[in-house]
C-alpha cells in the first residue's frame, strides 16, 4: 500500500511515529500473504501445503536431474554406455522414450544401434548352427537344432532357425530307397503280445524291443539286428552279417545280455519273424528267464520304437552314403550307433536328451519329461 500511494518508508515512519523496523516487517509480513505463505496467525490451509510440497519435490527432482546429466557426461561419455543403461531402464518397466529424453539421447540413435549390434550376435548363431548341423550329420531339423543352439547358449526360436537354414541352404537329405520286412510266413510258434506298445518302462532293462533291417552296399546286402532298451531308447545290442540266421538276432540279444546283465522277467518284443520264433532264439529267452512277446500279424505299430529307430539310421546315415563292401558299412553303422545315436542325438521322447545322457540324469533322479515316441 506504502508503494503503491508513492509514499517513502521513512515518511511514513515520521509522520505516524512508527519505527521504520516495523513497517519494514509489516510489509513483508504482507508481501507473505499477497504471494500464499502464511502470516503472522495465519497457517496454511491443506491445499497450500501440498503446492509447497509437489514445488519442493519438484524442485529436487530438477537438481536430481541436472546432476544426473552433468555425472553422466562425466562418467559416461560414450553413447554405447548411456544405450546400456536404456536397456537396463527398459528391463525395469522404464519406456525407451522417456530414457532417451531424460538422457538427452536420440531414440532414433539408440534403435539404430541396437540394429547394429545384433548383427555379430546373428553372424555367431549362424556360426553356430551349421556346426552343429555337421555335427548331426546334416541330419537335424529345425526342432532339434532349436534345442541345440539353446544347449550353447543361445536364445534363439524355431523361426528363427528356419530362417537362418534357408539363408545358409541346410536342409536334411532324406531318401527312401529300400524297404523289407522280415518273413512272418511260418509255422512256427508264435508269442504273444506282452508289451502290447507299452513303450515307458519305469526302469531300465524291464523291456527291450527287437528287429532286422537291410543295408545297401556295393557288395550285396548286410543284415542288422538291434535290441533297444525301451527305458532311454538306447540300442544296448546289434549284430551284422551278409544273411539273417536265427543266429543274427541272437548275437544282437547276447551283446545287450553281456552289457546290461539283464535279470529274468525281462520282456523281449519283436515282430513275428522266422528268426525270433525260431528254436534257437526261443531257446536263448529260456535260459535267461526272459519273456518273449511279438507283434500282432501284420501290425508294424506294435513295433513301433524299433521301426522308428531303422528310419532314423537310414535317414540320418545310410541313405546319406555309398558303403563299397560290408566292412565299411558294419564300421559306419557302429559310428551312428555308438558316437552319435546313443551319446548324442537328441531325443525328444527323452526330453531332447540323448539316450546316455537322460539314464544318467534318472540315475540321480532328476525329472525328466516324457512325451510320444519320435
Given at each position: 500500500?506504502?508503494?503503491?500511494?508513492?509514499q517513502?518508508?521513512?515518511?511514513?515512519?515520521e509522520?505516524?511515529?512508527?519505527?521504520?523496523t516495523a513497517i519494514?516487517?509489516w510489509?513483508?509480513?504482507?508481501?507473505a500473504?499477497?504471494?500464499?505463505?502464511?502470516?503472522?496467525?495465519?497457517p496454511?490451509?491443506?491445499?497450500?501445503?501440498?503446492?509447497?510440497q509437489?514445488?519442493?519435490e519438484?524442485?529436487q527432482?530438477?537438481?536430481?536431474?541436472?546432476?544426473?546429466?552433468?555425472g553422466?557426461?562425466?562418467?559416461c561419455?560414450?553413447?554405447?554406455m548411456?544405450?546400456?543403461?536404456?536397456l537396463?531402464?527398459q528391463?525395469?518397466?522404464?519406456?525407451?522414450q522417456h530414457?532417451?529424453r531424460?538422457?538427452?539421447v536420440s531414440?532414433s540413435?539408440?534403435?539404430?544401434?541396437?540394429?547394429?549390434?545384433?548383427?555379430?550376435?546373428?553372424?555367431?548363431?549362424?556360426?553356430?548352427?551349421?556346426?552343429?548341423?555337421m555335427?548331426s550329420h546334416?541330419?537335424?531339423g529345425?526342432?532339434?537344432?532349436?534345442?541345440?543352439?539353446?544347449?550353447?547358449?543361445?536364445?534363439i526360436?524355431?523361426y528363427?532357425?528356419?530362417?537362418?537354414?534357408r539363408?545358409?541352404?541346410?536342409?536334411?537329405?532324406?531318401k527312401?530307397?529300400?524297404?523289407?520286412?522280415?518273413?512272418s510266413k511260418?509255422?512256427l510258434?508264435?508269442?504273444?503280445n506282452?508289451?502290447?506298445?507299452?513303450f515307458?518302462?519305469?526302469?531300465?532293462?524291464?523291456?527291450y524291443?527287437?528287429?532286422i533291417?537291410y543295408i545297401?552296399?556295393?557288395?550285396?546286402?548286410?543284415?542288422?539286428?538291434?535290441?533297444l532298451?525301451?527305458?532311454?531308447?538306447?540300442v544296448?545290442?546289434?549284430?551284422?552279417?551278409?544273411?539273417m540266421p536265427?543266429?543274427?538276432?541272437?548275437?544282437?540279444?547276447n551283446m545287450a545280455?553281456q552289457?546290461?546283465?539283464?535279470a529274468p522277467?525281462?520282456?523281449?518284443h519283436?515282430?513275428?519273424?522266422?528268426?525270433?520264433?525260431?528254436e534257437l532264439?526261443q531257446?536263448l529267452?529260456?535260459?535267461?528267464?526272459f519273456?518273449?512277446?511279438?507283434?500282432?500279424?501284420?501290425?508294424?505299430?506294435?513295433?513301433?520304437?524299433?521301426?522308428?529307430f531303422?528310419?532314423n539310421?537310414?535317414?540320418?546315415?545310410?541313405w546319406?552314403?555309398q558303403y563299397?563292401?560290408?566292412a565299411e558299412?558294419?564300421a559306419?553303422?557302429t559310428d551312428?550307433?555308438?558316437g552319435?545315436?546313443?551319446?548324442?542325438?537328441?531325443?525328444?521322447?527323452?526330453?531332447?536328451l540323448?539316450p546316455a545322457?537322460?539314464?544318467r540324469?534318472?540315475a540321480v533322479?532328476?525329472?525328466?519329461?516324457?512325451?510320444?515316441?519320435?
Open positions: 500500500m506504502i508503494k503503491e500511494q508513492g517513502s518508508i521513512q515518511n511514513v515512519s509522520s505516524m511515529s512508527i519505527g521504520q519494514r516487517r510489509l513483508t509480513q504482507y508481501g500473504e499477497q504471494s500464499g505463505q502464511p502470516g503472522i496467525g495465519k496454511l490451509t491443506a491445499e497450500q501445503q501440498r503446492i509447497r509437489l514445488e519442493a519438484n524442485l527432482l530438477r537438481q536430481d536431474v541436472t546432476i544426473l546429466k552433468k553422466l557426461g562425466l562418467l561419455p560414450r553413447n554405447e548411456i544405450h546400456q543403461l536404456i537396463q531402464l528391463k525395469e518397466a522404464i519406456p525407451v530414457s532417451c531424460i538422457l538427452d531414440r540413435g539408440f534403435y539404430e544401434a541396437q540394429r547394429r549390434s545384433a548383427k555379430p550376435v546373428v553372424c555367431k548363431a549362424s556360426v553356430h548352427l551349421k556346426a552343429a548341423f555335427a546334416q541330419s537335424y529345425s526342432r532339434r537344432l532349436v534345442t541345440a543352439m539353446t544347449n550353447e547358449g543361445f536364445n526360436g524355431r528363427k532357425v528356419r530362417s537362418l537354414m539363408k545358409a541352404a541346410l536342409k536334411p537329405v532324406w527312401r530307397k529300400f524297404v523289407h520286412t522280415t518273413d511260418h509255422d510258434p508264435i508269442a504273444a506282452v508289451l502290447n506298445r507299452q515307458n518302462p519305469t526302469a531300465p532293462n524291464l523291456a524291443v527287437s528287429d533291417t545297401r552296399t556295393g557288395a550285396g546286402w548286410l543284415y542288422l539286428a538291434t535290441v532298451d525301451l527305458y532311454a531308447r538306447k544296448v545290442g546289434w549284430a551284422m552279417a551278409p544273411s536265427a543266429k543274427l538276432v541272437c548275437d544282437a540279444l545280455i552289457q546290461r546283465q539283464s522277467g525281462l520282456v523281449v519283436s515282430d513275428r519273424g522266422s528268426q525270433y520264433a525260431s532264439y531257446d529267452l529260456a535260459e535267461h528267464g519273456v518273449c512277446s511279438m507283434s500282432r500279424k501284420g501290425n508294424c505299430w506294435d513295433n513301433a520304437v524299433a521301426e522308428r531303422f528310419l539310421l537310414k535317414m540320418e546315415r545310410v546319406q552314403r563299397a563292401n560290408h558299412a558294419k559306419d553303422i551312428y550307433i555308438v552319435f545315436y546313443n551319446c548324442k542325438r537328441i531325443n525328444s521322447a527323452l526330453g531332447n540323448s545322457v537322460y539314464e540324469k534318472m533322479r532328476e525329472p525328466i519329461v516324457v512325451s510320444e515316441i519320435t
